[in-house]
């Protein structure tokens, strides 16, 4: 037999220790996964706050400007506050308004919270109201979906 031993060498062990840097190509994928998770979730998010608030807009836009409108621009308001404040989609006459002023800048005219009020109780071929106050009530609605929604 022959004699292997003198073939043998000595183990060497690394002068420096083993660095991280530069990454292997499954750790730049595994980040960049991470990060594409993390921007789609918030992409998505931001997309499903303005899908509501376009929704609600284009609700508001495809009402005619009469006093009947004013029903439905309180049943939007209501289902908004359905959705963000549970609490107050109970409260009716000036707690009702006093609500919506407390949740906007700029408040309500005092003849647009008048209609908002009694509109469900107007004859919709009345005048009770006029066209400026219908404006004002459907200029409030619109900035108050912006700042709620």
């Known amino acids: 037999m022959k ?4 073939e043998l060498r000595d183990i060497h062990l ?3 220790a083993v660095s991280i840097w530069p ?6 994928v595994v980040l960049a996964a ?18 509501k608030k ?16 004013a029903i439905k621009m309180s049943e939007i308001l209501r289902r908004i506050c359905v959705y963000k404040y ?12 006093k609500f919506l002023n407390s949740h ?8 647009a919270a008048n209609l908002l009020i009694n509109a469900p109780y107007i004859n919709p071929a009345s005048v009770a109201y006029s066209k400026q ?14 700042e709620n929604l």
């Open 3 to 6: 004699d292997n031993l003198p």
């Open 14 to 16: 690394p002068q420096d």
């Open 23 to 28: 990454l292997a190509y499954g750790w730049w």
């Open 34 to 51: 991470i990060f594409f998770i993390i921007a789609g979730g918030y992409l998505f998010r931001l997309y499903r706050i303005k899908s």
């Open 54 to 69: 376009l929704y609600a807009i284009k609700l508001l836009d495809s009402l005619k400007k009469e006093t009947s409108s």
């Open 86 to 97: 549970p609490e107050a989609s109970t409260l009716l006459s000036k707690e009702w308004i």
């Open 104 to 111: 906007s800048q700029s408040p309500i005219k005092d003849g």
């Open 133 to 146: 106050d219908i404006n004002d009530l459907y200029d409030f609605c619109r900035s108050w979906i912006g």
